[in-house]
């Protein structure tokens, strides 16, 4: 969750990190700090609230050393921290970084130090006062006991520091990720990681540690990726990097294909405005080179690199995911067994090693994350794993860790998603998650001709998406007009149940209320009984052309929820004249394909959930109690 920014180099530190942790803010957080080198020692400030708390702090007592003045004095090596209160609630002192008992060794953290409470009583009944009530403070005091037991070794002190850091992170249990500076070692900052994600950016002269790229991506696109249980030591020209054991190993250089821009808003109110404006161009990236709409055809197995033989022989598919992305697994369920005539079960990554799943050689778990970094998602990708599974990840984020320890990776091409709540990113999964169980089909012998129109169709998608963008001034008038509601319900069948739950799950992030998808076929079994004169119930209508005996029933429930007096909102496709008269206000979008239908459909809702949303008031980027990239469990 957190945001964890380090630089060494020519240039101001306090500068620099600052505006990485700007960067950075879209990842929620509840207090931020700043560590820079100043002369021989540490100058540190922390304030609890948003970063323009600290900002003010830095104005009215700015640090000593804090600007790059090339006398060797400091000021060009820092840290950076945005927090998300776990240990502790958010005040200055549990803010980061955590200083030493000496305040010349500092540190920032992301994760939790599971076993911080035994560790916190060893540095007691050593003398050693903790002063903030966190896990992460523990890991500077440990730091600097270990980088003390080096003392008067030959070491120079970069690789002291890296040798404390191994020590340390051998005696720590949980997920982490370090980021540490010491006054004795001016010219180098150390990282480590363990299950939470921190890269290097590699610069002219100059480096950086980041949680996310978007941290550095003004000063390099050059970046490094860690691996699990590895420390770096990140000179101005350079990077050393070792295991937990001290063993060297090996890191993969690689460039981002994204530059700073890309994670500006370009003129729209908030990054979701604009992320929902780009999902056209967003679908065709990740459509670009892996289908020819003309003929329907896919080129996506030589970028798998997955022996067909493994698809062919699977026995069933298993989509583990979280939130947003579990519904996009709840889509590719569906095309999974129509196309590749296949069993597909869908599970929730943060239960599905807890109830001994039934996974092995001949299953294939498909894992579905924007991040890469998801913890639940993880940890279950690494017990199919265990198992025997072959795992193939549907993943936004190039060098993060879930693809890393995957058999096979399917990159969306979503590009840098800021807002915390999905947009982009979930029409990216979706469509990598048709072209997947195409692939299947083909590979398996499925319907040749049903797969290339489906194929074909999926190659208008862009087109399609663009043209349900250009209708929905009608959309956000109506959000408006609904502000004054706490309760919305959604309602889908077949491929519009996972748009409806959707839908549900972005009111609740953006707009705070109380809001439900269903499934419309349980309707009489419970969910009725919410249905009260005014309710807003949103219902998604599959196409008549595709099955008329769901359409029909599915028009019975609108029907039903009017006759009590709700306020039936209508999402169907275009020239579906059957709705007409039961819909208090109708949204059109595009006939396609049932299963490319949530393309389409989840749209307007986005935009509803985000103008609502906006017109309470809200931080539509940035929601309470949200954040980004959720790397604990």
Same mark, same amino acid.
């Given at each position: 969750m957190c945001g964890i920014v380090g630089y060494v180099g020519a240039q101001s530190a306090l500068d620099v990190v600052l505006a990485g942790l700007r960067r950075l803010e879209y990842r929620g957080y509840d207090s931020a700090g700043v560590a820079v080198l100043a002369g021989d020692q540490v100058a540190c400030v922390k304030k609890a609230g948003k970063l323009s708390q600290l900002e003010k702090a830095l104005v009215d007592d700015p640090?000593?050393?804090?600007?790059a003045t090339g006398d060797g004095h400091g000021g060009a090596t820092g840290i950076g921290h945005t927090r998300w209160a776990t240990h502790g609630g958010p005040t200055d002192t549990n803010a980061h970084p955590h200083l030493d008992a000496s305040g010349r060794c500092a540190v920032v953290h992301n994760g939790i130090i599971e076993n911080f409470a035994a560790l916190r009583d060893e540095l007691a009944a050593r003398g050693t006062a903790v002063r903030s009530q966190t896990d992460s403070e523990i890991a500077a005091h440990l730091l600097a006991e270990e980088y003390a037991a080096l003392e008067g070794s030959a070491q120079p002190g970069g690789a002291r520091l890296a040798g404390a850091m191994r020590a340390v992170c051998r005696r720590l249990e949980g997920a982490f990720t370090l980021v540490a500076l010491h006054a004795d070692a001016p010219d180098v900052i150390v990282g480590a990681r363990r299950n939470s994600p921190l890269v290097v950016g590699c610069g002219e002269g100059e480096a950086f540690l980041a949680s996310d790229v978007s941290a550095f991506i003004d000063h390099t696109?050059?970046?490094?990726? =860690?691996?699990?249980?590895?420390? $770096?030591?990140?000179?101005?020209?350079?990077?050393? $990097?070792?295991?937990?054991? !001290?063993?060297?190993?090996?890191?993969?250089?690689?460039? $981002?294909?994204?530059d700073a821009s890309a994670a500006e808003k370009d003129g729209h109110d908030s990054f979701m405005l604009k992320e929902i404006a780009e999902q056209p161009k967003a679908v065709a990236d990740t459509l670009l080179g892996r289908l020819d709409p003309a003929l *329907?055809? =896919?080129?996506? *197995?030589?970028? %798998?690199? %997955?022996?067909?033989? $493994? =698809?062919?022989?699977?026995?069933?598919?298993?989509?583990?995911?979280?939130?947003t992305a579990h519904h996009a697994g709840l889509v590719a369920r569906l095309a999974v067994e129509r196309w590749a005539k296949l069993p597909c079960e869908v599970e929730l990554a943060s239960e599905f090693r807890y109830r001994d799943p039934i996974v092995g050689p001949r299953t294939l778990v498909v894992a579905v994350s924007q991040s890469g970094e998801t913890a639940d998602t993880l940890m279950a990708v690494r017990h199919a794993r265990e198992q025997g599974a072959t795992v193939l990840a549907v993943c936004n984020t190039n060098g993060s860790t879930i693809p890393r320890e995957s058999d096979a990776v399917l990159y969306t091409h979503a590009g840098p998603e800021v807002a915390v709540a999905s947009t982009k990113a979930f029409l990216t999964q979706l469509?990598?998650?048709?072209? %997947?169980?195409l692939h299947l089909g083909e590979v398996r012998g499925g319907p040749g001709d049903e797969l290339r129109a489906a194929a074909r169709a999926l190659g208008r998608a862009p087109e399609d998406v663009a043209s349900v963008l250009a209708t929905m001034e009608p959309v956000r008038e109506l959000a408006r007009g609904l502000a004054h509601h706490e309760t919305v319900l959604f309602l889908g069948r077949h491929a519009g149940y996972p748009v409806a739950l959707e839908g549900a799950l972005k009111l609740k992030e953006l707009a705070y209320f109380h809001a439900e *998808?269903?499934?419309? !076929?349980e309707l009489k079994h419970g969910p009725i009984a919410l249905v009260e004169p005014g309710l807003p119930v949103i219902v998604v209508v599959p196409s008549p052309a595709a099955s008329g005996v769901l359409h029909g029933k599915i028009v019975s429930n609108i029907q039903e929820i009017r006759a009590r007096g709700a306020h039936t909102i209508v999402l169907a496709e275009e020239g579906d004249e059957a709705v007409v008269p039961y819909a208090d206000h109708l949204i059109r979008v595009p006939a396609v394909p049932p299963l490319l239908q949530p393309l389409v459909a989840a749209v307007p809702l986005q935009v509803f959930a985000c103008e609502l949303?906006?017109?309470? *008031?809200?931080d539509v980027d940035q929601p309470r109690n949200l954040a980004k990239s959720v790397t604990v469990e």
């Amino acid at each position: 969750m957190c945001g964890i920014v380090g630089y060494v180099g020519a240039q101001s530190a306090l500068d620099v990190v600052l505006a990485g942790l700007r960067r950075l803010e879209y990842r929620g957080y509840d207090s931020a700090g700043v560590a820079v080198l100043a002369g021989d020692q540490v100058a540190c400030v922390k304030k609890a609230g948003k970063l323009s708390q600290l900002e003010k702090a830095l104005v009215d007592d700015p640090l000593p050393g804090s600007d790059a003045t090339g006398d060797g004095h400091g000021g060009a090596t820092g840290i950076g921290h945005t927090r998300w209160a776990t240990h502790g609630g958010p005040t200055d002192t549990n803010a980061h970084p955590h200083l030493d008992a000496s305040g010349r060794c500092a540190v920032v953290h992301n994760g939790i130090i599971e076993n911080f409470a035994a560790l916190r009583d060893e540095l007691a009944a050593r003398g050693t006062a903790v002063r903030s009530q966190t896990d992460s403070e523990i890991a500077a005091h440990l730091l600097a006991e270990e980088y003390a037991a080096l003392e008067g070794s030959a070491q120079p002190g970069g690789a002291r520091l890296a040798g404390a850091m191994r020590a340390v992170c051998r005696r720590l249990e949980g997920a982490f990720t370090l980021v540490a500076l010491h006054a004795d070692a001016p010219d180098v900052i150390v990282g480590a990681r363990r299950n939470s994600p921190l890269v290097v950016g590699c610069g002219e002269g100059e480096a950086f540690l980041a949680s996310d790229v978007s941290a550095f991506i003004d000063h390099t696109r050059t970046a490094m990726e =860690l691996g699990q249980d590895q420390v $770096v030591e990140v000179h101005p020209d350079r990077a050393v $990097v070792t295991g937990f054991d !001290g063993a060297p190993a090996d890191a993969r250089t690689y460039r $981002v294909d994204w530059d700073a821009s890309a994670a500006e808003k370009d003129g729209h109110d908030s990054f979701m405005l604009k992320e929902i404006a780009e999902q056209p161009k967003a679908v065709a990236d990740t459509l670009l080179g892996r289908l020819d709409p003309a003929l *329907g055809t =896919l080129t996506l *197995g030589p970028e %798998l690199g %997955l022996d067909p033989a $493994v =698809l062919r022989d699977a026995e069933k598919v298993v989509v583990i995911a979280c939130g947003t992305a579990h519904h996009a697994g709840l889509v590719a369920r569906l095309a999974v067994e129509r196309w590749a005539k296949l069993p597909c079960e869908v599970e929730l990554a943060s239960e599905f090693r807890y109830r001994d799943p039934i996974v092995g050689p001949r299953t294939l778990v498909v894992a579905v994350s924007q991040s890469g970094e998801t913890a639940d998602t993880l940890m279950a990708v690494r017990h199919a794993r265990e198992q025997g599974a072959t795992v193939l990840a549907v993943c936004n984020t190039n060098g993060s860790t879930i693809p890393r320890e995957s058999d096979a990776v399917l990159y969306t091409h979503a590009g840098p998603e800021v807002a915390v709540a999905s947009t982009k990113a979930f029409l990216t999964q979706l469509v990598a998650c048709l072209l %997947l169980a195409l692939h299947l089909g083909e590979v398996r012998g499925g319907p040749g001709d049903e797969l290339r129109a489906a194929a074909r169709a999926l190659g208008r998608a862009p087109e399609d998406v663009a043209s349900v963008l250009a209708t929905m001034e009608p959309v956000r008038e109506l959000a408006r007009g609904l502000a004054h509601h706490e309760t919305v319900l959604f309602l889908g069948r077949h491929a519009g149940y996972p748009v409806a739950l959707e839908g549900a799950l972005k009111l609740k992030e953006l707009a705070y209320f109380h809001a439900e *998808g269903f499934a419309a !076929g349980e309707l009489k079994h419970g969910p009725i009984a919410l249905v009260e004169p005014g309710l807003p119930v949103i219902v998604v209508v599959p196409s008549p052309a595709a099955s008329g005996v769901l359409h029909g029933k599915i028009v019975s429930n609108i029907q039903e929820i009017r006759a009590r007096g709700a306020h039936t909102i209508v999402l169907a496709e275009e020239g579906d004249e059957a709705v007409v008269p039961y819909a208090d206000h109708l949204i059109r979008v595009p006939a396609v394909p049932p299963l490319l239908q949530p393309l389409v459909a989840a749209v307007p809702l986005q935009v509803f959930a985000c103008e609502l949303a906006t017109a309470r *008031g809200n931080d539509v980027d940035q929601p309470r109690n949200l954040a980004k990239s959720v790397t604990v469990e």
